[in-house]
């Protein structure tokens, strides 16, 4: 089995020997190839949906790792127990939703958690930072055009962010897609910017904001 990039980059922020929760599992790649490379002895692959979770049993039946993966059917964690794992994935969500899992879940703060929202960096970071989680290290994993943000999360009080490192995270200058990631964003951030200025009801106070976050972007690609 090989993983994709951005399952790659998941998969080498899973501590050795964790007993490992993945969220959303899909087809169990992450959990099955973790296993197989023996970095971990043991999962649980946990999905929304029976149609994935059944995915998942076939590709651990394929591998022949299925004793070691527990299987459950739930939204988030809530078949999980806070004694059952070390570390959990949460990957290819919304920031809003894996919030919305974490915040059912407070016991996850004593966890290492391994992040990778889809969308709503900004509001992600700033739910973590204010409940009491730290983001250890950011990494960019790209496939093919598509370019991924995963974090390493733990429980903890971090340095209040800035606006564009809401969107963009610190600065890591030895990253060689940080360069790529940042020009992503700044297209995002001018075409929000630009739909706030054509609006009949404009929103001052959001124009300020992104007009701040663009040009926090810019001056890190200076920096770079």
């Not at 078949?79 to 920031?95: K, L, Q, R, S, Y």
């Not at 976050?213 to 920096?223: A, H, P, W, Y």
Request: net charge negative; charged share 25%; with cysteine.
């Amino acid at each position: 089995m090989e993983l994709t990039a951005r399952l790659r980059a998941l998969a080498d922020l899973v501590p050795y020997g964790a007993r490992l929760a993945d969220v959303g599992t899909d087809h169990a790649y992450l959990p099955v190839w973790l296993i197989l490379h023996g970095k971990i002895q043991q999962a649980i692959a946990a999905d929304l949906r029976e149609g994935p979770l059944a995915r998942a049993r076939e590709t651990a039946r394929q591998y022949q790792v299925e004793e070691r993966i527990s299987f459950r059917l739930c939204d988030g964690l809530t078949a999980v127990c806070d004694d059952e794992v070390d570390a959990i994935v949460i990957a290819g969500m919304g920031g809003d939703t894996i919030a919305a899992i974490l915040d059912a879940a407070p016991w996850t703060k004593g966890k290492q958690l391994v992040l990778q929202p889809m969308t709503a960096w900004p509001s992600l970071r700033e739910w973590l930072q204010s409940h009491g989680y730290q983001i250890e290290e950011e990494r960019i994993a790209r496939e093919g055009d598509r370019l991924y943000s995963i974090w390493a999360v733990t429980g903890g009080n971090m340095a209040p962010f800035t606006p564009v490192e809401l969107w963009v995270g610190k600065q890591q200058r030895e990253d060689p897609l940080r360069g790529p990631y940042l020009e992503k964003i700044a297209g995002k951030v001018m075409r929000a910017l630009s739909g706030h200025l054509a609006s009949r009801q404009r929103d001052e106070g959001q124009i300020q904001m992104l007009t701040e976050v663009l040009r926090g972007i810019q001056e890190m690609q200076k920096e770079l």
